[in-house]
């Protein structure tokens, strides 16, 4: 049963553009969430969280939405840049729970066309 | 910031034989270290909780005799995969929370991952 979920395998942004990636959990335990980015053969790198006591999370290109009621979030770059091409991960963890595991969703490749 | 490396970067094997790799907090203590195995094209999938001092926690379906995780101090765990085989062949990652100091873990520090082929 996936408690994370990234319904959308790929997308792809016009440079310049806005990229909106999405992700959808089913626990309602989870209480942190982290967006990674993953280039091929590396670890993945930390890009920006979100407590659940917050509803927007921002960091220069990148923000980040949570819909508590829904269930959901969403990463937004903008303006987007062919560097961002990269696989996102979604990932949330329960700290009520004392549980410092992080659960992923499977990921978005993100392709920025020129 | 907090740095975790992993040693090594890429290994082959041949089956039937065991391969160690190393997971170590460059500059911090981790008392608890997370092992992670991706396949092509799929996600992370976590596979045990390294536990200084203490047994792994295993997650379901991963198989402990097959996988030990030994984390002999605060800084270094390691897994060993044991009598491998090419369907053992994968990207292992780990990682480590970084603390704030009120405790709460704000994030995972990721290994630069270790490449596994078993021929």
């Known amino acids: 049963d996936q408690q994370v979920k990234q319904n959308s395998p790929s997308l792809s942004v016009q440079e310049g553009r806005i990229s909106i990636l999405n992700c959808d959990y089913t626990n309602s335990m989870f209480d942190y969430f982290l967006w990674y980015k993953k280039y091929p053969a590396e670890g993945p790198t930390f890009l920006i969280s979100?407590?659940?006591?917050?509803d927007k999370n921002e960091d220069g290109r990148f923000t980040v939405f949570l819909n508590k009621s829904a269930k959901h979030l969403s990463l937004h770059i903008v303006p987007s840049q062919p560097g961002d091409s990269a696989v996102y991960f979604c990932?949330?963890?329960?700290?009520?729970?004392?549980?410092?595991?992080?659960?992923f969703g499977k990921g978005t490749r993100l392709h920025i066309l020129p | 910031g907090a740095v975790v490396s992993q040693h090594p970067s890429r290994v082959i094997c041949k089956s039937g034989t065991s391969v160690k790799i190393e997971c170590r907090s460059l500059d911090f203590q981790a008392t608890t270290m997370f092992w992670y195995r991706q396949f092509p094209k799929q996600s992370l999938m976590l596979m045990a909780t390294?536990?200084?001092?203490?047994?792994?926690?295993?997650e379901q379906g991963v198989e402990k005799d097959k996988f030990l995780i030994n984390h002999a101090s605060l800084t270094l765990s390691t897994l060993t995969v044991t009598s491998a085989h090419p369907e053992d062949s994968s990207f292992y990652i780990c990682?480590?929370?970084?603390?704030?100091?009120?405790?709460?873990?704000?994030?995972?520090?990721f290994g630069p991952g270790t490449r596994l082929t078993v021929t």
């Open positions: 990932a949330a963890s329960a700290w009520m729970n004392r549980d410092d595991k992080i659960i």
């Open positions: 979100i407590s659940s006591i917050k």
């Open positions: 990682s480590a929370p970084g603390y704030l100091t009120s405790g709460r873990s704000y994030e995972q520090y």
């Open positions: 390294s536990n200084e001092g203490s047994k792994a926690t295993y």
